[in-house]
T-cell receptor
Framework: GQQVMQIPQYQHVQEGEDFTTYCNSSTTLSNIQWYKQRPGGHPVFLIQLVKSGEVKKQKRLTFQFGEAKKNSSLHITATQTTDVGTYFCAGRIGTASKLTFGTGTRLQVTL | DSGVTQTPKHLITATGQRVTLRCSPRSGDLSVYWYQQSLDQGLQFLIQYYNGEERAKGNILERFSAQQFPDLHSELNLSSLELGDSALYFC?????????????FGEGSWLTVV
C-alpha cells in the first residue's frame, strides 16, 4: 500500500537554528498537506501544495513540493520554542479522498 | 478551536468491553474521518464518511465499526477491546471530502484499555 515516510523521526535544535523535515511517498501524490501537532494537542492544518515544484512560504516556514510530486519538505528558519511539536505531511493519490499521513518528525527546540 | 467536537475526552475501560466515541463535525462539513494515534505510531487512517455514506476505508479492524448519521454526527464503535487498542482517536471533518479539502481535527478521545 501507499507509504509516506518522513525523516528525521526526531530532531533537537537550539533556538535560532534552522530545521528541515523531508517527506517521501512511494507513489505520486495529487497534493500534499502539512500539519503541526503540539504536544498534547491535535493536528492543525498548515498548508497545501498542489503543483509540481511548488514553493510556498509562511513567515519563517518554507514548504516545497517535488517536481515528481513524490516528495516534499518543510524548512523552518531560525527556530523558536513555539515551533516545538510534531510535523506531519499528508498526501492523496489521484482523486482518492483518503489522506495518508506521514510518520511525522518531532521537533524539540531549546534555548 | 477547530469546530470539531469529540466526546468523551478521556475513557478508561477493561479488556473485552465495548465503547462508543462520538464526533460532531464543523458546521457545514459533510465529510467525517476517523484516525487512530498510538504512542509510537503516526496517524493511522481508519475510515471516512461523506453525507452518511462510507467513502474510504483504511486500517480499521473488524472489531471496530463506524457510521455517520443524518444530522452528520458520527460514532466510532470499538468492541472486544484489547490492551493494544489504547490510543488517541481523532475525528476530523472537511467540507466535502474532495482531495483538495482541508481537514480539521477535533481534540481527540483518549482511550485507555486496562
Amino acid at each position: 500500500g501507499q507509504q509516506v515516510m518522513q525523516i528525521p523521526q526526531y530532531q533537537h535544535v537550539q533556538e535560532g537554528e534552522d530545521f528541515t523535515t523531508y517527506c517521501n511517498s512511494s507513489t505520486t501524490l495529487s497534493n500534499i498537506q502539512w500539519y503541526k501537532q503540539r504536544p498534547g494537542g491535535h493536528p492543525v492544518f498548515l498548508i497545501q501544495l498542489v503543483k509540481s515544484g511548488e514553493v510556498k512560504k509562511q513567515k519563517r516556514l518554507t514548504f516545497q513540493f517535488g517536481e515528481a510530486k513524490k516528495n516534499s519538505s518543510l524548512h523552518i528558519t531560525a527556530t523558536q520554542t513555539t515551533d516545538v511539536g510534531t510535523y506531519f505531511c499528508a498526501g492523496r493519490i489521484g482523486t482518492a479522498s483518503k489522506l495518508t499521513f506521514g510518520t511525522g518528525t518531532r521537533l524539540q527546540v531549546t534555548l | 478551536d477547530s469546530g470539531v467536537t469529540q466526546t468523551p475526552k478521556h475513557l478508561i475501560t477493561a479488556t473485552g468491553q465495548r465503547v462508543t466515541l462520538r464526533c460532531s463535525p464543523r458546521s457545514g462539513d459533510l465529510s467525517v474521518y476517523w484516525y487512530q494515534q498510538s504512542l509510537d505510531q503516526g496517524l493511522q487512517f481508519l475510515i471516512q464518511y461523506y453525507n452518511g455514506e462510507e467513502r474510504a476505508k483504511g486500517n480499521i479492524l473488524e472489531r471496530f465499526s463506524a457510521q455517520q448519521f443524518p444530522d452528520l454526527h458520527s460514532e466510532l464503535n470499538l468492541s472486544s477491546l484489547e490492551l493494544g487498542d489504547s490510543a488517541l482517536y481523532f475525528c476530523a471533518s472537511s467540507v466535502s471530502g474532495a482531495p483538495g479539502n482541508t481537514i480539521y481535527f477535533g481534540e481527540g478521545s483518549w482511550l485507555t484499555v486496562v
